[in-house]
């Protein structure tokens, strides 16, 4: 099983407002892959980290294995969600990939 922990800054220009709106949205639709991509078994959107805490949102989800990794990543429903509901309001990716 491999791990693949993702995290996000909001972008400077995202005003407070307007956050809770697009992390609904994150959440529904990134937790909506599991089904849809092979290989990926879980998937958890983190909307409220605590305050010591260097990113705003993260996800956090579960692979078969480290090849899916890869398959996630350019799978065509993956990058949609990433493209309509994450990208264009982030900043500051990290990422972390472990078995």
């Given amino acids: 099983m491999v791990h693949h922990i993702v995290m996000w800054k909001f972008k400077p220009e995202i005003e407070e407002a307007r956050k809770p709106e697009l992390k609904k949205a994150m959440k529904e639709n990134l937790e909506g892959l599991v089904g849809k991509v092979p290989g990926l078994l879980t998937a958890e959107f983190i909307a ?6 260097t990113h705003d949102i ?5 692979l078969e294995k480290a090849e899916d990794v890869a398959v996630y990543g350019a799978h065509k429903e993956h990058v949609k969600v990433a493209d309509t509901y994450v990208r264009p309001y982030v900043t500051e990716r990290a990422c972390l990939d472990y078995e």
Avoid: G
Avoid at 48 to 53: A, K, R, T, V
Avoid at 58 to 62: G, N, Q, S
């Fill in 48 to 53: 409220q980290p605590m305050e010591s805490s």
């Fill in 58 to 62: 993260a996800l956090v989800t579960t």
